[in-house]
């Protein structure tokens, strides 16, 4: 191995496929798969790096180019529609509705009997005041004495006030402007001492936009790496939440209740799903999804309001990334995986590889990412990382029966890492040492090194405890 004092020597590889070690060959087809939009099924035992793949190709993908919006539909809300917008598409409709926003003004700029309607300007004495006060603070009467005669029409020619503005908040008129133009608008109440002017435009883009109502469903800066390991239907799928006051007066619109759904979330990007077979007759729909690259939202609780509610062809554009041990591949959906292997490749995965000086350093490198993944112990000595070596090995043949071999089975190595790291940290030490490893193995032997310990194998221990199962007769009772 090439010579170095301690890991903080080792300059780690920047992208996430690259640190993976040992999986060349699924890496390989990995990099083809995110180019061509492959799926995958990659197979192996836990902690051997299948949602590192997963993410190294999100990485590789092109940043999620498209948000999705769920929008009310006055004419039913119970079937809210989709929007998809791209990024200019976004700044546009941003734009319009701003549009359709009013401006500021401060209350002594504004029309003084507009200022007396809306409860900023004692009509009686003139003394602005908080429109929240009834009484003016000055002469004590009520501000709005005066405010609804007649001669205020009189003196601004023409005020209509609005239907809200009999609660005083807002009212309507037709105002001068400098230019001599005349010109329809709305002056609403808004802060203390700050009024909204609405002007012609924004009030016709309001009227365009009366009913008009949304929200984000999937924004457009999000993770390109979605993982939904054991997850539900309604985190997969999507949901429609509860509306506790039954969509009354009180109630949220149904559009306001759309969830999505991990393969919606995953729109443009990876959606990594492990233990594929454990997601049972959720197979089905995920495959559903894969075929129309839509999947319509329903509320999944009947018992729920949002049971009538349902978005239909919400896109879910993913590439799937499903995992799985080598025992329960076959319990995968058929259906789904030829899906898979249809238009994708099935990989299996590295559980150890050979000793060679080539791996010992790509071993040395993974203990130095995962030093730094963890930002809160320091590097490791060359004499540490040689006796997580021993570790390794002897893990490769505990488990694998694999010879001369290095374990790659590395979620629970980097344990190792960290505990022995703790213990530096503990006795204040700059850098794991060999002590700190071989201190930090004895205080996490696997179950399956301690059968081996008590039964020569574990497949050994396996028999004895069939075999014990098998010679006790309550057992099958
Ligand atoms: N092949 C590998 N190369 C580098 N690090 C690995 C590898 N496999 C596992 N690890 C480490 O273990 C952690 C868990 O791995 P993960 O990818 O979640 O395993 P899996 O999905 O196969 O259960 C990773 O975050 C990484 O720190
Ligand atoms: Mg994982």
Known sequence: MRKFESTKELRIKKTPLEQVIGQENAVEIAKIAARQR???????PPGIGKSMIGDGIASLLPKPEHALFVVN????????????RNEKQIRAFEKKMADAGGSLVRVEKAPRKVTEILGYRCSNCGTLSS??????????????????DASIEDALKKIIPSEISTLRASVEMTQSLPSGKKERCVY??????????????????QEELEDYAEAVLVPLERSPFVEATGASETEILGDVRHDPYGGGEYGVLPFERVVPGAVHESHEGV???????????LQRSLLTAMQKKTFSIVGKNPQSAG?????????????????????QVEEINPALRSRIT???????????????????????FFVAQEIRKDNSIPHASSAAVDELLKDACKRAKVMEGAKKSITLRLRSMGGIVRMAGDMAVAEDRKLIERSDVKEAV?????????IVYRYGSVSNGLRSDFEKKLGDKNYFI
């Open 442 to 450: 004895k205080k996490s032997v696997s179950i399956e090194e301690q």
């Open 38 to 44: 492959r799926n995958l099924l990659l197979v192996g």
């Open 307 to 327: 049971a009538s509610v349902k978005v239909i062809d919400v896109p879910c554009d993913f590439m799937l990334v499903a995992a799985s041990n080598i025992v």
């Open 188 to 205: 609403q109440r808004h802060g203390e001492r700050t009024l909204l002017r609405f002007g012609e435009k924004a009030i016709k883009k």
């Open 131 to 148: 429109p929240n006060e009834e009484s003016c603070p000055q002469c004590g009467k009520d501000k709005f004495g005066s405010a609804s």
């Open 271 to 281: 959606l990594f799903i492990d233990e594929i077979s454990h997601i049972r007759d």
């Open 73 to 84: 539909n006055p004419d039913n809300p119970q079937r809210p529609t989709v929007v998809v």
């Open 342 to 364: 249809g238009n994708g490749y099935e990989i299996l995965l590295n559980t150890f590889m050979p000793d060679t000086k080539e791996n010992r350093e790509k071993f040395a």
